[in-house]
C-alpha cells in the first residue's frame, strides 16, 4: 500500500488490477473506504484501488476537476458516495475516454432541476448550531439528519468524532449542493454505463433522486442492497463489492 500527495489531494493506492477512484462524501475523507482498502479485501485483490480526501472547500465542478486530474488518461471506474456522487455525474458529463463507467451511491441531489438539494432552512439550522452550540454540534446535527440517529449511534467512536469536526467542509460542501443543477434533461446523451446504488434502510429522500437518474442515464441500473443504509459500502460491504465487481466487468474492466 502506499500513500502520495497529489495536486495537493491526500491519495492512498492499493491492489492490482484495473483502476477503482473512490470520491467521498460528506464528513468524511479518504478512510471511509477503508474495507475496500483493507488487505485482503474483495476489491483490493483484483482491482487497483485509488482513494482521496477532496479538497475542503469549492464546488462540485471543481471537485470534478480534481477528479478528473487524479483520473487521467488511465482507463478508470469511478464510485461517488454522497456528495462524491454529485461529483462522479459531473464527470461523467465530460465524457472522458478514461471513465468506462461510474457507479453512483445515492447522490443527495433533488430530484428535479427547480428544487434545490437542500432546503434552505436546513442550513439556517447548521448555523444556529454552530454559533449557539459550536461546530461539532451542527456536524452532529448533519449526520443524524442524513444517517438517522440509529446509523449515526452505530458509527465507531473514533469515526464519528473525526466526521463531526469537519462540520466546516460539511458547510462548503451543503453550499456547493445547493448552487449546483441536476440538469436530467442533458444526461441523455451520456453512453457511459451507471450503477446506481441505495441501501432500503436510507432516508426516503434518496430514493426519488435515484429513480429520476434512473430515467435520465440511458445506461443507468439500480440496485437496491437490503439491510442497509446511507454508507452502504461499509454496512454491506461484501454485496458492494460483488456489485461493484460485476459492474466493472461490464464495463470492460475485468478484475486480475
Do not use: K, Q
Given at each position: 500500500e502506499t500513500t502520495v500527495m497529489a495536486a495537493a489531494l491526500h491519495v492512498v493506492t492499493a491492489g492490482v488490477g484495473p483502476r477503482i477512484v473512490f470520491v467521498h462524501g460528506s464528513a468524511t475523507d479518504a478512510a471511509t473506504w477503508s474495507i475496500q482498502l483493507a488487505p485482503r479485501s474483495t476489491l483490493r485483490e483484483h482491482?487497483?484501488?485509488?482513494?482521496?480526501?477532496?479538497?475542503?472547500?469549492?464546488?462540485?465542478?471543481?471537485?470534478?476537476?480534481?477528479?478528473?486530474?487524479?483520473?487521467?488518461?488511465?482507463?478508470?471506474?469511478?464510485?461517488?458516495?454522497?456528495?462524491?456522487?454529485?461529483?462522479?455525474?459531473?464527470v461523467l458529463r465530460r465524457k472522458l475516454p478514461a471513465v468506462r463507467g461510474a457507479v453512483l451511491i445515492e447522490p443527495p441531489m433533488a430530484a428535479d432541476d427547480a428544487t434545490p438539494a437542500a432546503p434552505l432552512a436546513f442550513l439556517a439550522e447548521f448555523d444556529r448550531r454552530v454559533a449557539e452550540q459550536g461546530g461539532a454540534a451542527a456536524g452532529e446535527f448533519f449526520l443524524r439528519t442524513v444517517l438517522g440517529d440509529v446509523a449515526f449511534d452505530r458509527i465507531p467512536e473514533a469515526f464519528r468524532e473525526r466526521s463531526i469536526q469537519r462540520w466546516a467542509e460539511i458547510r462548503a460542501d451543503s453550499h456547493a449542493l445547493?448552487?449546483?443543477?441536476?440538469?436530467?434533461?442533458?444526461?441523455?446523451?451520456?453512453?457511459?454505463?451507471?450503477l446506481l446504488l441505495?441501501?432500503?434502510?436510507?432516508?426516503?429522500?434518496?430514493?426519488?433522486?435515484?429513480?429520476?437518474?434512473?430515467?435520465?442515464?440511458?445506461t443507468a441500473q439500480l440496485e437496491l442492497i437490503r439491510g442497509a443504509g446511507h454508507m452502504l459500502h461499509a454496512e454491506a460491504h461484501r454485496q458492494f463489492a460483488g456489485l461493484v465487481s460485476a459492474f466493472a466487468a461490464r464495463c470492460g474492466l475485468a478484475p486480475a
Open positions: 482491482f487497483t484501488l485509488v482513494s482521496y480526501t477532496r479538497r475542503s472547500t469549492g464546488s462540485v465542478e471543481d471537485h470534478a476537476a480534481d477528479a478528473i486530474e487524479l483520473i487521467g488518461a488511465e482507463p478508470s471506474l469511478i464510485v461517488g458516495s454522497s456528495f462524491g456522487a454529485v461529483v462522479a455525474l459531473e445547493i448552487a449546483y443543477r441536476p440538469r436530467y434533461a442533458e444526461l441523455s446523451s451520456i453512453a457511459t454505463p451507471v441505495g441501501g432500503d434502510r436510507s432516508a426516503a429522500y434518496f430514493r426519488p433522486t435515484l429513480e429520476a437518474l434512473r430515467r435520465a442515464l440511458p
